[in-house]
């Protein structure tokens, strides 16, 4: 009866890896199509996200299933939403993915990032696939110090984050309003994308720890405490 | 034994509607704080989230007991979940009001927001406390046809975020980038605020007609289908 149960759970997990790859790509395409001003990339981005949606709707009925059937009690259970949990970000950041190819879309056949914010933008990108890859490490093996190392990426992408605030709002900046609002949005979504890996990597380490979730000090895993201005 | 659950039960619907008084509270404040750079009150907000925050792992902790000493199954485990999901938006929520509260306390003694744009704040304040209370009244009911009231006020504050990008973007702003920066992240933390709303009524309304989350159509709650640029 266990054992259905962990098998059943470990099909949740691979499907959860799964969609680490799927947000993966589409963040990896939607920079692509904001740099490149790409429109077909863009609709790619748009139109993929419903697979990342469903595959979340699948993740939420197997653990409804498995848990209806196996009850699971306290350890058990914490895993089960977790599970739902980490599928709920993971929802988002395909969110934030297509809300960047939207940006792309909006502004094509024009590029929403001015020349000299390419380089920041291509580093957002590059953390973005770089932390994600990480995320679905920590969920594949549990390893509670890959999730500190998620949440060292993720202070990398909130540097990026204050470093385009300083370019925008410096008097050199020459693009006027419409593209500081642009780009200020495409950072945020940039940032957010990376703070959802750290929720992930917290609930990892709340079920491999049987810390409550806010008990984790933000210490632990590298994290800066204050992160919005 | 099922009494005891139900009782329990009551008590996390309970802490909930409380979350939905402290969120409302703070977004109130911080709404404040921002139109009258007002520091003072600034510092409640920002003070108080720890509050919300300890209330959300009250939350979570009852869940999990009620759960490991009752074995829920099916709809059970279905509000226990629905429980937990409604807390963690209720504190990002808070987040919300409090990053309003730091913008607010960025800028003083100066005002985050330029005085032809206070209007539109002040309408945001009044939408957010609008629908976050209603949203108090679906939990507190269950009641769906309240959940589709949420849905229709949070379709105002888009009406009002897409109002702001247009002053902000027309020929006619005078303020600057900085302005229009700040103004840009603070209408999107309204918008997210609100957002917030409507998953929450949704995760309600999923409880109580046995929908999955995913096949409740937009439509059915007054949504818009495509709310982000």
Same mark, same amino acid.
């Given at each position: +009866? ?28 939607? *920079? ?12 790619? /981005? ?11 709707? !699948? ?5 409804? !299933?498995?848990? $209806?059937?196996? !009850? #699971?009690?306290? *350890? ?16 988002? +950041?395909?969110?934030?993915? $297509? ?15 001015? /020349?000299?914010?390419? #380089?920041?933008?291509? $580093? +957002?990108?590059?953390?973005? !696939?770089? /932390?994600?890859?990480? *995320?679905? $490490?920590?969920?594949? *093996? ?28 410096? #008097?050199?900046?020459?693009?006027? /309003? ?52």
């Amino acid at each position: +009866m266990r054992e259905v149960f962990h098998e059943k759970l470990d099909r949740v997990s691979n499907d959860l890896v799964e969609m680490t790859n799927l947000v993966g790509s589409a963040m990896n395409r939607a *920079t692509q199509s904001l740099l490149d001003a790409d429109l077909h990339l863009a609709e790619s /981005v748009i139109a993929g996200d419903s697979l990342i949606d469903d595959l979340a709707a !699948q993740v939420e009925e197997d653990c409804f !299933q498995v848990s $209806a059937r196996q !009850q #699971p009690v306290a *350890t058990d259970l914490r895993i089960v939403v977790a599970a739902l949990r980490i599928s709920a970000s993971l929802e988002r +950041m395909g969110d934030l993915a $297509a809300h960047i190819a939207k940006s792309a879309r909006l502004r094509y056949p024009a590029s929403a990032v001015p /020349v000299e914010l390419r #380089p920041t933008f291509q $580093a +957002m990108g590059a953390v973005a !696939q770089n /932390v994600v890859a990480k *995320t679905g $490490a920590v969920i594949a *093996t549990k390893d509670v110090t890959l999730a500190g190392d998620v949440a060292r990426t993720d202070e990398e992408m909130d540097r990026l984050h204050r470093e385009l605030f300083n370019t925008v709002l410096s #008097p050199n900046w020459s693009h006027g /309003v419409e593209a500081a609002v642009d780009v200020t949005l495409l950072s945020r979504f940039y940032e957010r994308f990376a703070d959802h890996t750290v929720t992930i990597a917290k609930r990892v380490a709340y079920v491999a720890t049987g810390e409550p979730y806010n008990s984790i000090e933000p210490s632990e895993l590298g994290l800066r405490v204050v992160r919005d201005a």
